[in-house]
């Protein structure tokens, strides 16, 4: 019986595009104590909600009454190809783009369509598959995915899902860790899977080539140091001593799980969702710099980048601007926004024309 549901639950999973899917009821007793100790650290920056709700993250059933069970799901979301005309894998194309510096280089996950509806939106679908299948058993039930307090790397591993790398995400065996996580937490007892063990050993390449050493120890990010939080999570000035090393990452930064050695096993994802839009695969900096904010909404509608808005896309663009070559196209650029009325993007335009002119 037990056996029975869990082969019913990875092929309607599978079907619903999750690459995996596994079960935990899991202790996050130890996880808060780290959390607490992150938070008191004030690694969350400014990312205040970190701060809020720390009993119901670690309590999966006052946040959601009557949680018995939790289904975590993987779903890859490399575009493929991503680059149809290259022989190259996508982590030596990612490599180049990095290196070639008028190019933009936008996070491999948010190449697409916003996860969080995709996600979320098939969670749901596999829910009220779940419902039926145990009918007439009752069963409540709410899905997440990175939209609730929900330590969603910590349940995982204690599933057989994957294992936490040091850079802090997970990893699996057959997908690496360029995949989403999303969660179901039920009200009924379903069979668990033993969890995956570690599979990191003596590397720490994710450590090593970190631009901004945010990976301060084994299993511990300091967001306020991450590339990911500075360019997304952070609207103010970036603080000088990242701006050389944020080079031309202009939304994210995969730098950690590039260099992983599990990720020659990533999986493209098989959704259209995922495919590329708007080049952001291949643009070019000044390309990116010329849209304006009705342009950028309307080119950025559905995608995760859309809530960071366009000053902040701006403020990224000229820092990025300013780690590249001085040619005539782009002092001009630069010189556009030395007196803009958003003081932010004054200042980070009159930094990087210095910075190109030193
Ligand atoms: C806040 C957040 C961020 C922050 C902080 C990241 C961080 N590592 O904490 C920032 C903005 C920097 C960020 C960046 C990214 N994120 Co993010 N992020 C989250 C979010 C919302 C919460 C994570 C969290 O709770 N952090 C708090 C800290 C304390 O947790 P932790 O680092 O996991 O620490 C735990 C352990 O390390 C352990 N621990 C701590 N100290 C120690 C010490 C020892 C010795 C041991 C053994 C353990 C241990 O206990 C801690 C508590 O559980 C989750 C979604 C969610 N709701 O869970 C997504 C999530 C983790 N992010 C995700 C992604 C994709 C990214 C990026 C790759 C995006 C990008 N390309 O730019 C980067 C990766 C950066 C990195 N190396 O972490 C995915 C990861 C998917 C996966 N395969 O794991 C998630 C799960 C979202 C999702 N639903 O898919 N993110
Ligand atoms: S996402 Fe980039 S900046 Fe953040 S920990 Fe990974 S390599 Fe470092
Ligand atoms: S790079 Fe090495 S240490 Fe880091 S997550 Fe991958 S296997 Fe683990």
């Known amino acids: 019986m037990a056996a029975d549901l869990t082969a019913w639950l990875n092929c309607t999973a599978r079907e619903l595009g999750f690459a995996a899917v596994s079960v935990s009821q899991p202790d996050l007793s130890k996880a808060q104590n780290f959390y607490h100790d992150w938070i008191q650290a004030g690694f969350h920056g400014e990312m205040d909600y970190m701060a809020r709700n720390a009993d119901k993250r670690f309590a999966p059933a006052q946040l959601v009454p009557e949680t018995v069970s939790i289904i975590s799901v993987a779903m890859p979301y490399l575009p493929a190809p991503l680059h149809p005309d290259s022989d190259a894998d996508w982590q030596n194309i990612s490599w180049q783009t990095l290196e070639t510096s008028d190019q933009a280089y936008v996070s491999r996950y948010a190449h697409g369509r916003d996860y969080h509806k995709v996600v979320r939106s098939r969670l749901q679908t596999l829910a009220e598959r779940l419902t039926e299948h145990l009918a007439p058993k009752p069963v409540s039930f709410r899905v997440f995915s990175d939209s609730a307090p929900v330590p969603e790397v910590e349940i995982a591993a204690q599933s057989s899902l994957g294992w936490r790398g040091k850079h802090t995400l997970l990893l699996n065996r057959s997908l690496g860790s360029m995949f989403f996580l999303g969660e179901l937490?039920?009200?009924?007892?379903?069979?668990?899977?033993?969890?995956?063990?570690?599979?990191?050993?003596?590397?720490?390449?994710?450590?090593?080539?970190?631009?901004?050493?945010?990976?301060?120890?084994?299993?511990?990010?300091?967001?306020?140091?991450?590339?990911?939080?500075?360019?997304?999570?952070?609207?103010?000035?970036?603080?000088?001593?990242?701006?050389?090393?944020?080079?031309?990452?202009?939304?994210?930064?995969?730098?950690?799980?590039?260099?992983?050695p599990w990720n020659k096993f990533a999986q493209a994802s098989e959704l259209p969702d995922f495919v590329v839009r708007n080049g952001l695969n291949d643009a070019s900096l000044l390309t990116l710099l010329a849209w304006d904010e009705a342009m950028f909404h309307q080119q950025m509608a559905g995608s995760a980048i859309y809530r960071i808005g366009h000053a902040q896309w701006q403020r990224n663009l000229l820092l990025a601007l300013g780690?590249?070559?001085?040619?005539?196209?782009?002092?001009?650029?630069?010189?556009?926004?030395?007196?803009?009325?958003?003081?932010?993007?004054?200042?980070?335009?009159?930094?990087?024309?210095?910075q190109l002119l030193s």
């Not at 668990?192 to 590397?203: L, M, Q, R, T």
């Not at 932010?344 to 990087?352: D, F, N, V």
Request: aromatic share 8%; hydrophobic share 35%; with cysteine.
């Open 185 to 260: 937490y039920v009200s009924v007892d379903l069979p668990v899977s033993a969890p995956e063990v570690n599979h990191c050993g003596s590397c720490s390449a994710c450590m090593d080539v970190c631009p901004t050493r945010a990976i301060v120890a084994p299993y511990q990010v300091d967001a306020r140091r991450c590339i990911s939080y500075l360019t997304i999570e952070y609207s103010g000035e970036i603080p000088h001593e990242f701006r050389v090393a944020i080079g031309n990452r202009i939304y994210g930064c995969d730098d950690c799980q590039l260099a992983c």
């Open 323 to 354: 780690n590249g070559a001085a040619t005539p196209e782009v002092l001009t650029a630069l010189s556009g926004f030395i007196n803009h009325p958003n003081p932010i993007l004054a200042e980070q335009a009159q930094w990087s024309r210095a």
